[in-house]
């Protein structure tokens, strides 16, 4: 099956670019997703890309897409302290059922 | 903005007691999810429910869970006996259609003692 991972942790200070990696084992897995947890909190819909994309920007947050990688970037540009959080990469079938998330990457957002 | 909601926030429970967590997906949603999180872990998928009936389930669904839409906006997930290990967080999330973003609830808290 499917195998999603992410490095676990990352720090940045603040204003500075984060980028979170993922990887995944699929090839055909079609819709690919940032998710953002804050503690304690449920899971945030941040951005999506589908696997005829490379790339999607939204204000500050932009996706990459290596498809013949399988790998999976999101960078934040100017990474304020409200960014600090579990960021978790999921992807799914071309039916968009069943997916499958990585670990998640806390992210810490140093003064 | 149309949302998830999810009931209760937190459920403490004996073991071995029956627990029923509530789902309210977005209103013209037809896709419904339910994942868990056991602290500190992954979110893992349980079962997806699609046109009144579950279109896939994870080997962690087995016939202690079950899910059920009873009314037009309801969608629930039932443990029948619960056991220290069902400890996580349950999130619920719908989607419009195929080929469309899941979104989340905020989860509900499930502690079994």
């Known amino acids: 099956g499917e195998d999603v991972e992410q490095s676990l942790f990352l720090s940045v200070r603040e204003g500075d670019s984060s980028v979170i990696n993922c990887t995944y084992t699929?090839?055909?897995?079609?819709?690919l997703y940032w998710y953002k947890q804050e503690p304690g909190a449920g899971l945030q819909l941040l951005t999506y890309i589908f696997s005829n994309m490379d790339m999607k920007q939204d204000q500050r947050l932009t996706v990459l897409l290596n498809k013949k990688d399988k790998h999976l970037s999101l960078r934040i540009a100017d990474t304020q302290t409200g960014d600090s959080a579990i960021y978790f990469c999921?992807?799914?079938?071309?039916?968009?059922?069943?997916?499958?998330f990585g670990p998640g990457t806390r992210l810490s957002v140093l003064p | 903005e149309p949302e998830v909601t999810q009931t209760p926030s937190h459920q403490v429970t004996q073991m071995g007691q029956e627990v029923i967590l509530r789902c309210v997906p977005i209103?013209?949603?037809?896709?419904f999810y339910w994942y868990r999180q056991i602290l500190g872990q992954k979110v893992e998928f349980l079962v997806s429910?699609?046109?009144?009936?579950?279109?896939?389930k994870s080997e962690i669904f087995d016939d202690q869970f079950s899910v059920e839409r009873p009314d037009g906006s309801n969608f629930t997930l039932k443990i029948r006996s619960t056991k220290l290990e069902d400890s996580a967080m349950y999130f619920c999330?719908?989607?419009?259609?195929?080929?469309?973003?899941?979104?989340f609830g905020p989860g509900t808290r499930l502690t079994v003692t």
């Open positions: 429910f699609y046109n009144n009936e579950i279109s896939e």
């Open positions: 999921a992807v799914g079938d071309n039916y968009g059922q069943n997916f499958v």
């Open positions: 699929d090839s055909s897995s079609t819709y």
């Open positions: 999330a719908s989607m419009r259609d195929r080929h469309y973003e899941q979104y």
């Open positions: 209103s013209n949603h037809l896709y």
